[in-house]
């Protein structure tokens, strides 16, 4: 049995600490918006926040993130309305889209930290995050956007 | 408004069709559509033969399938191809909802089950989705528009040529307003008007075909991850299975020890899976299977069985002695497929000849979203959640293997993260219904990535030798191509070592060049692994070839690229395939050739479109070059630019243009996205895709040793041209035709950058 918190809630889930969280996210909370793309910390498809910071859930344990605060995609926003998400709609960013909500994760940690960035540094900050469809340079466009606002 | 336009700013060839538009402008001005304005003049537009009669269940126009309208003015359009990427989900319900005069805000799309005979061919593969259903969606639309004016009319008691329908309304000329909702019930209840009855909207009178300024139907849902895939769906009860399958296609455990497996916590059962072998058409591959509570403990579980394989007849499959046959046997006579002219005498009188060889090795699709798919076996029935491109072949192969009637199975259609062709082979769905039904419970079937790029249906690995006879002024008199690779058909029927005529009408047989001596012919290759389609199928290896040798054929007679392609093509002329020696059984993407005919003027057209977008001819500095290269496929025409820069040793591309005509373009946002990502597909085969076989079993399992072009090291600054075309000249592919010609524009501007030539994919991002 674990304790965690996730999106502001404290949540009980039968699941042991070896768990990724990854699949603790996934197959016990039932929240399907993180995605599992390579499950050895190369794609990015399972980004999320760990207290605010973008982390991949497939190479953390249930363990090491109890006490801290994970956010989700479902999470980012109350009303799915981040500057970001906002962004990757104006542009409608996706194709298939099965990577997006790491992408969107990564760049909301990214611009937090960074809040106007070069390109060169957010083409380095999105390229642990595989978009096999090729969505790059939208999703480049889109954390301008979200950054600048134009 | 989407910004995306503003963002990608074309310039350069003013033949571009998309231009700077605000959504909001169309919602505020949607012109009123009068029927009867237009019910005496010409109104139905005209329709063209297609492919689409020739597929299975072909084509279905009866908007009562398609469409339903709620009181509460809600339409809900069927989208009955599967969404992986490419905007079909959103593309043909937006032709429906434009010629309807609905508002696009106000239109909720749902998802067809996988049913052919009440929706039409449903495989969503081969480019042929909106080339095979735009007419149908114009006039699906189009009757719906008249049956709600025909209620309308009936309501108020006058003529249904005297009444508007724009933007979800009806008005009368008195100036009586009915909304969609208010006539839902009595619409839906007229008669549906047949084709040449209909008057349909003229194209100045579209607000969202044509446009490119429509979302993406799942965006919203995208963007807060509600949008659900396959492994997203749950129902009560279900386990989770992960399987150990064999190493080598055809090989099976001789035993196995599933004890520490299930002293896994949360491990309930292991099953083994009947095997297959080559041909087994879409069969699962067999293997040991462990049923868990969740993802994680059904891996765990798997890497706590002990297994002892058996490799079976391919344990001998290794890729590089493999690929020295394919070589030998590409630079020798094959089976003749094309023969125009006579090129044996135009070699022997040729002044000089010159030939190369290229070669390309397996590729595995590797979509973001690895295969997953749910099945409920019960007693009554058959229930699958699964993200395929071919929904209804799915139904039936389930059916087929589980020994019931296709009735007793429902295949529910989740989006698709990915397909390129993989998720056309329902083998992963079949796994699941086969566990379920062990197990007694709803059973997900979840590859792992190692599963993905170890077991799929891979792209062929292939040889392809060119030759060509010049004369003194060193103009091409002969050309003999021959290409060399397993073919597909060993997935589905006993191997002859032969291709087989869809292969090579992708590129091969169909070289479009004005040559007069030419042959085309096929060296024997047999598979020894499964062999499946990867988008643009055998284009990718011809349009290497021969765009490379293009390149090379330049550098040797000391020609200007661009100058060199446009000698070859010719002058502008419709090809005569009986003329000029194309076999028989040509294919033409099923297309029929007086309605989708080969056209060299359209070639050269893409070609100086993404040249001049480029700058082609301009001065650069030492280390960069530009490449060009163009393909028609998919009854498409795709050309090229690529501005490669060599930094730190690596290729990188700081700019590519690539010039589309698919005929009419009908969402030119999401053709602008789909030549977007063939430019990064594209890339990543040029650079990185390659799939290795030792002792029979592939060598690479993840992004470690198989990876794909990122966002530090893709094509920036893609620039898509699309040559505007009236509706009259028919929409082609899309979503493959772009992936060809990038990979030989690539290794043409590395020429040119250093002066290296590269021959073999994938090429390295090393120089
Ligand atoms: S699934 Fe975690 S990085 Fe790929
Ligand atoms: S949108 Fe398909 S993987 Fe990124």
């Known amino acids: 049995m674990a304790l965690l918190n996730i999106n502001g809630s404290d949540v009980e889930l039968q699941a042991e600490d070896a768990m990724p969280l990854l699949w603790a996210v996934r197959d016990i909370a039932g929240m399907t918006g993180t995605k599992y793309g390579c499950g050895v910390g190369l794609c990015g498809a399972c980004t999320v926040h760990i207290d605010g910071v973008a982390e991949r859930s497939c190479q953390l344990t249930v363990g090491e993130v109890t006490g801290k605060a994970i956010t989700t995609i479902e999470g980012l926003d109350p009303d799915g309305e981040h500057r970001v998400q906002q962004a990757w709609r104006e542009l409608n960013v996706p194709q298939c889209g099965f990577c997006q909500s790491g992408q969107i994760m990564q760049a909301a940690s990214f611009l937090a930290e960074k809040p106007d960035p070069s390109d060169d540094e957010i083409l380095d900050a999105m390229s642990g995050n595989v978009c096999r469809c090729g969505c790059y340079q939208r999703i480049v466009a889109a954390v301008r956007l979200a950054s600048t606002g134009s | ?767």
Request: proline residues 6%; aromatic residues 8%.
């Open chain 2, 1 to 767: 408004m989407l910004k995306y336009l503003e963002e990608t700013q074309v310039t350069g060839t003013g033949s571009l069709l998309v231009q700077k538009l605000s959504r909001r402008m169309f919602l505020g001005t949607g012109t009123a559509f009068a029927i009867g304005a237009f019910a005496t003049q010409a109104q139905a537009f005209p329709t063209w033969a297609t492919g689409a009669t020739a597929m299975p269940n072909g084509v279905r126009e009866d908007p009562l399938i398609f469409v339903s309208i709620d009181e509460d003015g809600t339409v809900t359009l069927v989208a009955h191809r599967s969404e992986m990427g490419t905007g079909a989900r959103t593309s043909l319900p937006m032709i429906m909802a434009d010629e309807m005069e609905a508002d696009w805000e106000r239109v909720k799309i749902i998802q067809a089950e996988g049913d052919e005979p009440k929706y039409g061919n449903q495989d969503t593969d081969g480019s042929r989705s909106l080339r095979h259903h735009i007419q149908a969606a114009r006039k699906i639309g189009g009757a719906v528009r008249h049956m709600l004016a025909a209620a309308a009319a009936d309501r108020w008691g006058v003529d249904a040529a005297t009444v508007t329908v724009a933007n979800h309304e009806v008005k009368s000329a008195s100036g009586d307003v009915l909304g969609f909702g208010d006539l839902a019930e009595a619409a839906m209840a007229m008669p549906v008007p047949a084709h040449d009855e209909v008057a349909y909207k003229s194209e100045d009178a579209f607000r969202y075909i044509g446009k490119g300024q429509v979302q993406i139907t799942d965006l919203r849902d995208i963007t807060t991850g509600d949008a659900i895939y396959g492994a997203d769906v749950s129902v009560e009860g279900m386990k989770i299975a992960v399987i150990a399958r064999p190493p080598v296609v055809g090989g099976r455990a001789l035993s196995f020890d599933a004890t520490d497996a299930l002293n896994v916590p949360g491990v309930i059962s292991v099953h083994e899976l009947p095997y297959s072998n080559i041909p087994a058409k879409f069969a699962p591959l067999g293997g040991i299977a462990v049923v868990a509570e969740n993802t994680y403990a059904a891996i765990q579980g798997r890497e706590s069985l002990i297994i002892e394989w058996e490799a079976g007849p391919h344990g001998g499959y290794n890729s590089e002695p493999f690929m020295e046959e394919m070589k030998a046997a590409a630079g020798q006579p094959g089976v003749v497929l094309r023969e125009q002219g006579d090129p044996d005498a135009a070699f022997a009188d040729a002044a000089r000849t010159f030939g190369q060889t290229y070669t390309q090795a397996h590729m595995a699709h590797i979509a973001m979203e690895p295969p997953a798919a749910l099945a409920s076996v019960t007693d009554q029935g058959i229930e699958i959640w699964a993200p395929v491109q071919s929904p209804y072949t799915t139904r039936t192969d389930v059916a087929e293997a589980m020994g019931v009637d296709p009735a007793n199975v429902k295949v529910n259609v989740t989006l698709l993260g990915g397909g390129f062709g993989r998720k056309s082979k329902a083998d992963f769905v079949t796994e699941a219904a086969l566990l379920s039904r062990e197990v007694g419970a709803p059973v997900r079937v979840q590859w792992t990535r190692e599963d993905d790029v170890r077991h799929s249906f891979y792209h062929t690995a292939s040889a392809e030798r060119i030759e060509v006879a010049l004369d003194e002024d060193g103009k091409v008199t002969g050309w003999k191509h021959n290409s060399v690779a397993p073919s597909i058909l060993s997935t589905f029927a006993p191997d002859s070592g032969q291709q087989f005529f869809i292969e090579s009408g992708m590129g091969h047989v169909d070289m479009p060049f004005d040559i007069p001596n030419v042959r085309c012919h096929n060296g024997k290759a047999m598979a020894h692994t499964r062999i499946g389609w990867f988008r643009a199928v055998s284009n990718v290896p011809r349009a290497w070839a021969i765009g490379s040798f293009v390149g090379e054929l330049a550098a040797e007679l000391g020609r200007d690229d661009r100058q060199m392609w446009l000698d070859l093509i010719g002058a502008p002329r419709s090809i005569d395939p009986v003329a000029e020696g194309y076999p028989e059984n040509f294919w033409n993407y099923g297309e029929p050739m007086d309605e989708f005919p080969i056209e060299t003027g359209r070639l050269a057209d893409v070609l100086n479109m993404a040249a001049d977008g480029i700058g082609y001819g301009k001065n650069l500095p030492e280390g960069e070059g530009i490449g060009l290269a163009v393909h028609r496929s998919f009854v498409s025409y795709v050309a090229c630019a690529a501005h490669v820069k060599v930094v730190d040793g690596n290729v990188t591309v700081p700019e590519m243009h690539l010039a589309i005509d698919c005929g009419y373009a009908a969402n030119p946002e999401r053709i602008e996205s789909q030549m977007q990502g063939a430019a990064v597909m594209g890339m990543t085969l040029a650079l990185h895709s390659g799939i290795t076989y030792r002792d029979g079993a592939v060598e690479q399992g993840n992004y470690y040793d198989y990876d794909v072009s990122r966002s530090d090291n893709y094509p920036r600054n893609v620039v898509t041209h699309i040559v505007p075309h009236p509706f009259s000249v028919h929409s082609t592919g899309v979503g493959e035709p772009g992936v060809p010609p990038v990979a030989p524009a690539i290794a043409n501007a590395l020429f040119h950058a250093t002066g290296k030539r590269k021959r073999d994919l994938p090429m390295g991002v090393e120089v």
